[in-house]
Structures are given as C-alpha cells and as structure tokens.
C-alpha cells in the first residue's frame, strides 16, 4: 500500500508539473501572439489630432508633433537620429511649408532630441526645454542595461518581435542630430507665445526631472473631439486629467475651485477603470 500510495503521489505530482508547463506554454504563446499583433500599432501615418495640429506615429521610438501657427510651425520632439527625422520632416513638408519657429524638447531621452537639427534646418528656432534637461546627469541605468532590458535592444534577430513602445529601439542606431536648447526656464511654468499660438509649458516631473507638458493645450485639443462626441470616454478623461493638473497650479483659489470643479463633473457617471 505504501508504494501504491508512492505511485500515485508521484503520477499526480508529475500531471501536475506537465499541467503547469503546458499552462506556461500556452501564457509565453499568446503572450508572443499579442505582441505581435501589437506591432500594427505602429504602422508609419501622419494623424490629424485637430486644424493644424498633426503627430507622427510609427517612424521613430517615440512621436513627433507639428503645429501650425501664423507664418511657422511648431515642432514638439523631434524623433530618435536623423535618419527618423528626415523621413518626418519630408510627411510634414506635405502640410506646411512654412519655417520652423520653436523647437519644444519634453524631455531629454535620445528618442525625443535625437533629430532636433534636421527640423531647425537653416531656419534659426528657437528650442526650447526645462532648464533641468541642460542641468541634469544623464540616466544610463546599470551601464545601459535598463534600455536593454526593457526594450530587447540586443535580443537575436530570431527572438525579437518588437520594443514594446515601437517596432524596435536602439538595434540599429543612427547619427543623432541633438541641438542644445537656445531658451529654458525654471519653477513650475512659462507663458509664450510663438508663430501667433499661445503655449503654457509645464513643468511635470515623470519619465525624468525635466518633464515639460501643456496641460492648457491638451484640454482644449479634446474640446475639438468633445464638440464631435460628447460621450468619448478618453476625451473626457484626457481633458479631466489636464483640467486637474491645471488645477492643482493655480494661486487663486477661484480659479483653481473652476478647473478641479470642471474635471469632477467630466468624470461624473464614468465607469471604473
């Protein structure tokens, strides 16, 4: 009895374990399926986000954005190399010609300053950043390895499907054509305006320290899709989330009561995530 009882310990045990490795089979499978089909994600186009405001999705590790103003453009990041950049620079050229006048860095990772001298050209702009992205002690985890890690940059061909937040980075690189900021600022936010388009830079410490957003720009770009769909859900939770963050930077305390009210009541009635 006591080898029976042995024998089918060890059988159950053993179905156990082929149970669990077909499991794991089966979650490593699909998770690969859905990794793969994760990749038309990134398919090369030029979206329209609303007049005059268009971003480029597909042809670096991270977007650019065009934004037209009177008699110039706005370019906010600029791509990973020249290379990305020039094949951006060509799609927006079929939107405007007009010169390049503000250069807007969010941050300074290599996927979002790389091409900065392929979009400034010969047209002199201004390039704008936190002062912190000039100040700061670039962040190359563990010698590069996070990068590495995170984003399969040195999978073999055969292993790698794609880096997650694009079809691949830093497997292939390319010159950069980073062009040091020509105008900063410090503290919480500045008030400019540039080509006749009235900006607010934040700055919203992130991804790095020097995380620069317009949180202004962002609420009224989702009034346009509002105006279309009153009841997009990701509208209404984009333009609540700016309209907070604007919020929480107001002094006066009418002002701020005005935002943090707005953005409560577009959450209103919203399911839970």
């Known amino acids: 009895m006591r080898r029976l009882f042995s024998y089918h310990a060890a059988s159950a045990g053993l179905l156990m374990l082929m149970a669990t490795f077909s499991t794991a089979a089966a979650q490593e499978f699909a998770g690969r399926e859905k990794l793969r089909s994760h990749s038309a994600e990134f398919r090369r186009e030029v979206i329209k986000v609303t007049n005059g405001v268009w971003v480029a999705v597909g042809f670096s590790d991270a977007n650019s954005v065009l934004i037209e103003g009177e008699g110039g453009s706005i370019v906010v990041d600029t791509t990973s190399d020249v290379e990305d950049a020039r094949a951006v620079k060509a799609e927006f050229a079929k939107l405007s010609t007009a010169p390049v006048r503000a250069i807007i860095y969010t941050h300074l990772h290599p996927d979002h300053t790389g091409g900065g001298g392929v979009f400034a050209g010969n047209d002199g ?122 919020g929480e930077r107001q002094i006066s305390a009418i002002a701020r009561n005005y935002y943090l009210s707005a953005a409560q009541y577009l959450l209103r009635d919203l399911p839970a995530r």
């Not at 100040?135 to 073999?156: A, E, H, I, M, Y």
């Not at 346009?224 to 209404?236: C, F, K, Q, S, T």
């Open 125 to 246: 702009p201004e390039i704008l950043a936190h002062r912190l992205l000039v100040d700061r002690v670039p962040d190359v985890g563990r010698n590069g390895r996070d990068g590495d890690d995170q984003f399969g940059s040195t999978l073999p061909d055969a292993l790698f499907i794609n880096a997650g937040t694009g079809l691949e980075f830093g497997r292939h690189p390319a010159p950069s054509a980073y062009v040091a900021p020509t105008r900063t600022f410090s503290g919480d936010r500045l008030d400019l305006t540039i080509a006749g388009v009235r900006l607010q830079l934040f700055h919203t410490p992130g991804e790095t320290r020097e995380n620069v957003a317009d949180f202004q720009w962002a609420a009224e770009l989702t009034d346009y899709v509002l105006a279309i769909d009153d009841g997009n859900v990701e509208a209404r939770r984009l333009k609540a989330a700016a309209l907070g963050e604007l």
